[in-house]
């Protein structure tokens, strides 16, 4: 057998999985660098679930998509849920879950629930998958719409702005496009993002 014929065929075989390997990894960088991120900030000096958006030149631009202002969960101020739904965004967003914002159930509760893809049913949601508990006898389907309709004002009824494409329908249930969603909201009206105005416990 021809060593030097070997020789030269392992050598094209080490470079084209380098060369594998190398594009894969370009790849995932590039997806990495253009998911967004989520913390909860201020927008108008009221707590804010905030997206930060890569763009193709390397900047950011924070869109903000909820502010919180209702009260309604005792020991749960708007500043407590702000922080800790906007780090179960990340959270799900760093496992690849937050796709879509779905309708769903957990320990007997309504809950929002973060999902690779659409249902046509309210769906078990995991613990990791929550990303906000309601109160009993809410309507999550309206909170969907609720949510959909925040992401361009400082208003806790729903807009009539609606997100061109972000909510969309399976059978009789709807959820958010998360990424349609983040596209088109509201650019944050403030020159200087507030990143964790309050104490992170």
Known sequence: MNFKFIKQWATIGCFSLAVIFGLTQHTQAQQSRRRASFFCGTDGGEPATIARLPKNNGNTIPKT?????????????????????????????NTGHLKYIVSGKANGWPVLCASKQNYNYIVDCPNSN????????????????????????????????????????????????????IDNSAQTDIETVNQCMWRCE
């Open 65 to 93: 998509l909820i502010i919180w202002k209702i009260d309604d969960f005792k020991g749960y101020p708007p500043e407590k849920r702000c922080r800790l739904v906007s780090q179960k965004f990340q959270d799900n967003q």
């Open 130 to 181: 929550v990303l906000m508990t309601l109160l009993q006898g809410d309507d999550s389907q309206d909170m969907i719409r609720k949510l959909e309709g925040l992401s361009t004002g400082h208003s806790n009824a729903p807009l009539k702005h609606f997100s061109d494409g972000a909510l969309v329908s399976n059978g009789n249930l709807q959820a958010i496009n998360v990424n349609k969603w």
